[in-house]
């Protein structure tokens, strides 16, 4: 007997549904192209029950991407997105991301803490020429390269001795990245590209590639990939953690040949990128006219699910698994975007998103006509 050329189809949209997943993750590089198996436990309802097949699609959307997760975590020692404390020898102290989107490692201080500073700040410090290309928006993105002495020098013996397993082995840090926030504000953005190492007990060192950054509005790298049409440094990143995945050691010129090889790329992306016209960068990093999903999510929404941003001003519609959609003035979609479920409830607890008021509703909600399309 043959195979069913239906489950066959179907298993090719769920590889490729990972695989878009991967793609969008800020990790995702440490994962593409390469055989990875995902371990997904699936209970199929028998019968056409719609409501029961969308609860089985919602668990498997987010078995899914547990399963992304635990395969990342898998590839680095390292927690990708994060620089580890030395002084308190955790990743989840709160010392090791930054604390804006125009933040940059710096450094660690001498008693092993992460250091963080504003991109300006950082190349007027180290003295670069072209610190003032940073407040040029025609120019191209600005990148500087710093070494393993640039990043860890200040740090005291026993602070070096400690990260014999984790070393740093250097970094480029680029910008700006002019991106949208969630209200579609262009919002600068630093990132931190870092070469690094880790030597697991009894098993061979570890090369990789951390970017390091925070997005608009303060949101995760992750949220940024899952509403931005393409990310203009995701192609570098791909090439320079192929490129160090590969070493065996850590020779410091071939790992400056890569970094440099990085800065170049960053650079020469972020041209092709600006060469868009307003209006085509704008329909490509806003997607454009409303999604029929946002408008359809519009019409099933309750009072519950018509949420207004008190900070910027918009309507956030809440949609099924997550989907948030922010529409402005005039009743124009600037994003969509999905938040997990705690995500939503911290802004509501925080008085960020609150129930919109009928009169915010109808200033800000596009009309629609009988058949869902949105009137001209």
């Not at 050329?5 to 593409?32: K, N, Y």
Request: hydrophobic share 35%.
């Amino acid at each position: 007997m043959g195979l069913d050329e239906r489950i066959l189809e179907a298993l090719r949209t769920l590889i490729e549904c990972a695989d878009e997943r991967i793609d969008r993750s800020p990790m995702g590089h440490l994962l593409a192209g390469r055989r990875e198996n995902l371990h997904l436990q699936l209970r199929l309802p028998l019968g056409a029950d719609p409501e029961a097949v969308e609860q089985v699609a919602g668990r498997l959307e987010t078995a899914l991407a547990e399963a992304i997760d635990a395969a990342l975590q898998r590839r680095v020692a390292f927690r990708p997105g994060t620089v580890l404390c030395l002084r308190c020898s955790s990743t989840e102290c709160g010392h090791g991301r930054p604390t804006s989107s125009r933040q940059v490692f710096a450094g660690y201080s001498p008693s092993g803490t992460p250091e963080f500073l504003d991109l300006g700040e950082l190349l007027l410090s180290r003295h670069d020429p072209r610190v003032g290309e940073l407040f040029d928006e025609g120019r191209a993105v600005v990148t500087h390269l710093m070494g393993e002495e640039d990043l860890c020098g200040r740090l005291l013996d026993v602070f070096k001795e400690q990260r014999a397993g984790y070393r740093i082995h250097g970094q480029v840090v680029a910008g700006w990245y002019r991106l949208p926030d969630p209200t579609g504000r262009p919002r600068a953005l630093a990132l931190s590209f870092q070469a690094v190492s880790t030597c697991p007990h009894r098993s061979p060192r570890r090369f990789g590639l951390n970017v390091l950054g925070l997005g608009p509005d303060g949101e995760p790298l992750a949220h940024l990939h899952d509403r931005m049409a393409a990310i203009p440094w995701a192609a570098a990143v791909r090439w320079a953690h192929s490129a160090l995945s590969g070493l065996a050691s850590a020779p410091a010129r071939r790992v400056e040949g890569i970094l440099r090889g990085l800065a170049r790329r960053l650079e020469r992306g972020q041209r092709a990128h600006g060469r868009r016209t307003h209006h085509a960068q704008r329909r490509h990093v806003e997607g454009g006219r409303p999604t029929r999903m946002a408008l359809l999510d519009l019409t099933r929404a309750g009072e519950n699910d018509l949420l207004f941003d008190t900070r910027h001003k918009t309507l956030v519609v809440l949609g099924e698994r997550g989907r948030c959609h922010v529409f402005g003035a005039g009743g124009r979609l600037v994003t969509s975007v999905r938040y997990p479920p705690a995500t939503i409830e911290r802004r509501r607890q925080a008085g960020l998103w609150r129930r919109a008021t009928p009169e915010e509703r109808q200033a800000l909600a596009p009309r629609t006509d009988p058949d869902g399309d949105e009137k001209k």
